[in-house]
């Protein structure tokens, strides 16, 4: 499998219902909870790519653009944008969309990187 095969094979995309338990007092999804949301995906797509162990080491420039109100979808994207020797860099997207239309617009985007470890927890090669 080339590197590209292997970037596009590991893209991540989940689902999320809004529901109110996880809206702030707006009546939107709760910053905390779209960054943890956001984190999860850009692990699992690390770990797809890599198939390794991965701890994420730093998120980068999230940009909250469009509030995520209760009773919405909540659509993340996880794709690998740059890999270095023992880390890559993962960027998010999250889009919203209404239940019972089809409009859909980005909401919120951010970047992880995140770094291979051995069961020592020490940096290892990204590539095998």
Known sequence: MTLEEKI???ETH???AVFPNTTNHY???FGGTA???MDEVAFITATRFSRQRVVTVSSDRIDFKKPIPAGTFAELIGK???IGNT???VHVEIFVEKMYSTEREKAITGNFTFVAVNENKEPVSIIK
């Open 80 to 82: 690998v944008t740059h």
């Open 8 to 10: 596009n094979a590991a």
């Open 35 to 37: 960054m943890q949301l």
């Open 14 to 16: 989940i689902f999320k």
């Open 27 to 29: 009546d939107t999804l």
């Open 87 to 89: 880390s890559m860099q």
